[in-house]
């Protein structure tokens, strides 16, 4: 007797479209700042190196919001941590937007980056709860449309940083869509039982699966976690660095280099969706990383701007599928367990935000940017490798 395979499709109700909007006000904080990156370290004049903090500060944050979320979600439930975390994150924003001094710059890239990874993992574990058996599938579009979010972002911090507002008043954006967005949807949210057969919101002082250990198979999809964020972070803090340094522009239109790689995550995530609801995630999270890698070719050895432009549109094409999938197949790896798996997405992703652009400046300071680049491949080359044998039948 023959089955039936169910087509799985994705229901985009209204929660959901608040969950994506979410992830787009998210956007606007993460991309705003990485690409302010290079304009305040020339502000305060500091070497690569210690610019990279501004990068370890948002990882410190973000490795705090690992180990806070099970707390907050018993406490106050995934709908009211999510609106905590956004208004902390708007926060930091604005005293980055405030501050000149390093200490205090430092300090509201790490508050940023910690309660916006509240918001963001929390988010996220709904959506895929809420989805079921589409949450890959969700997971992709709601980037997709943070992505969408943070292309727009980056592209009018680059403008303004060249009027006479200067960058730090394109820092704003974060704020504003915050506010609209409480004033349009805040009382949306996904009902008790999600549309997609999930298990909706967690509630407060209900119980939060507890945090233990998920076997190798868990902990090496972390590590494949670990490498796609340090591929993204890198690229978002330092290609417009590589870009003013190979073309010779200046790095104010630089800036918009990093435009043309978010353009590629958003188009590569939107079609992204529409894949994970058809293929299995292991030889499309490979693919996106072999991508990657060919956009990292064309962009390290490139001179003109055209070509450093398609190589960067190209580097975030392979990037778009990368943190997505590797969430999902943690989440697949907890035993469908979404809020052990938010737990340690922030841990994992927030050490990432640490190592991988801190190490880059550090290589940068010592050997140049172009050599520090060479950095990319072999992270690549250690995903791919996680990858395929997480892929492998026990």
């Not at 604005?94 to 000149?100: G, I, K, Q, R, T």
């Not at 509201?108 to 058996?133: N, R």
């Not at 670990?226 to 190979?246: G, I, Q």
């Amino acid at each position: 007797m023959s089955t039936v395979s169910v087509p799985i499709r994705l229901v985009r109700d209204r929660p959901t479209w608040l969950i994506y909007f979410l992830l787009g006000t998210f956007a606007t904080f993460v991309y705003g700042l990485s690409a302010a990156l290079p304009l305040l370290r020339a502000d305060q004049r500091t070497t690569a190196t210690v610019a990279g903090l501004h990068g370890t500060a948002m990882a410190v944050g973000t490795i705090g919001a690992g180990l806070a979320l099970p707390l907050l979600t018993r406490l106050l439930g995934r709908r009211s941590t999510c609106w905590f975390g956004l208004a902390g994150m708007n926060a930091g924003v604005l005293l980055v937007m405030a501050a000149s001094a390093l200490p205090l710059t430092l300090l509201g890239y790490g508050v940023a980056g910690g309660f916006g990874s509240v918001m963001l993992y929390a988010a996220m574990a709904e959506l895929s709860d809420h989805h079921g058996a589409a949450g890959p599938a969700a997971l992709s579009e709601a980037n997709a449309v943070g992505v969408l979010v943070g292309m727009v972002a980056t592209f009018v911090l680059s403008q303004v940083a060249q009027s006479a507002l200067g960058w730090r008043a394109a820092l704003l954006v974060t704020p504003a869509v915050s506010a609209l967005l409480a004033l349009s949807m805040g009382r949306s949210w996904p009902s008790p039982r999600g549309a997609g057969g999930g298990q909706g919101d967690v509630v407060a002082g209900a119980a939060v699966p507890a945090r233990e250990g998920g076997g190798w198979r868990f902990h090496l999809a972390g590590g494949v976690l670990f490498c796609c964020v340090a591929l993204e972070f890198t690229f978002n803090l330092w290609a417009a660095d590589l870009f003013a340094l190979r073309t010779g522009v200046p790095v104010a239109v630089a800036a918009t280099g990093l435009t043309a790689f978010v353009c590629g995550m958003a188009a590569g995530r939107f079609a992204g969706a529409q894949l994970a609801l058809r293929l299995p995630a292991t030889p499309l999270l490979a693919g996106a990383l072999g991508l990657m890698a060919l956009g990292w070719v064309l962009f390290w050895a490139s001179t003109a701007p055209v070509l450093s432009y398609v190589g960067l549109a190209l580097s975030g094409l392979g990037a778009s599928l990368q943190f997505p999938l590797a969430l999902s197949t943690l989440i697949a790896a907890s035993g469908d367990r979404a809020d052990r798996a938010a737990a340690a997405s922030p841990v994992w992703a927030g050490a990432a935000m640490a190592i991988g652009p801190l190490l880059l400046g550090a290589l940068a300071d010592g050997y140049g940017t172009g050599n520090a680049f060479l950095l990319v491949p072999v992270v690549i080359g250690l995903a791919v490798a996680g990858v395929l044998i997480s892929s492998r039948r026990t």
